[in-house]
Antibody, heavy 119, light 110 residues
């Protein structure tokens, strides 16, 4: 059974960079046909896709966040990461890492990590 | 506002059948398969339906999905009190090259 686990700081100061890591077990981030990505949830905006990395390494980002987001993979550790720069209070959310597909294969989500942006 | 449109609320009594709709466009639902998620308070979204109609193992057959054109629906049959939760639809969007979601529907069991 594939499992994903988010890790990182729960509190980030405004204007700093939010960095999270997703550790994958039970499967490889190099598996073909899958995207490995980040989704966040806020009370005001619901579920919002942030960005993803295809198994080949190509990255895709939500246009609304593209200028501040980097998703990268670490195949030797079977992990992938999220870096979101210049954070504000609007970036306070629960962040989920997930394996998803564009061709109807089932997806898997982590349990989520709550991140607050505050000084 | 969310890319996919869902009613904010739905309700039913125990034993009833309830449906939740999800509306999109040709760039998302119209050309791709739909997932449905159940979210209980304080927990991560749980996949209920993927590829329009498929249930992951362990999901009761009381939950079923369908899709037609640029819309999709989730049906919950034989409603139970522990079905009370938020339900989200999601799909791939060809113009964004990523997944998009509905705003969620809060299902209340009266």
């Amino acid at each position: 059974q594939l499992q994903l686990q988010e890790s990182g700081p729960g509190l980030v100061k405004p204007s700093e960079t939010l960095s999270l890591t997703c550790t994958v077990s039970g499967g490889s981030i190099s598996s073909s046909s899958y995207y490995w990505g980040w989704i966040r949830q806020t009370p005001g905006k619901g579920l919002e896709w942030i960005g993803s990395m295809y198994y080949s390494g190509t990255t895709y980002y939500n246009p609304s966040l593209k200028s501040r987001v980097t998703v990268s993979g670490h195949t030797s550790k079977n992990q992938f990461s999220l870096h979101l720069t210049s954070v504000t209070a609007a970036d306070t959310a629960i962040y989920y890492c997930a394996r998803h597909s564009s061709v109807g294969l089932r997806d898997y989500w982590g349990q989520g990590i709550s991140v607050t942006v505050s000084s | 506002q969310s890319v996919l449109t869902q009613p904010p609320s739905a309700s039913g009594t125990p034993g009833q059948r309830v449906t939740i709709s999800c509306s999109g466009s040709i760039s998302n639902i119209g050309g791709n398969t739909v997932n449905w998620y159940q979210q209980l308070p304080g927990t991560a979204p749980k996949l209920l339906i993927y590829s329009n109609t498929q249930r992951p193992s362990g999901v009761p057959d009381r939950f079923s999905g369908s899709k037609s054109g640029t819309s999709a629906s989730l049906a919950v049959s034989r409603l139970q009190s522990d079905d009370e939760a938020d339900y989200y639809c999601g799909t791939w969007d060809d113009s964004m090259n990523g997944p998009v979601f509905g705003g969620g529907t809060k299902l209340t069991v009266l």
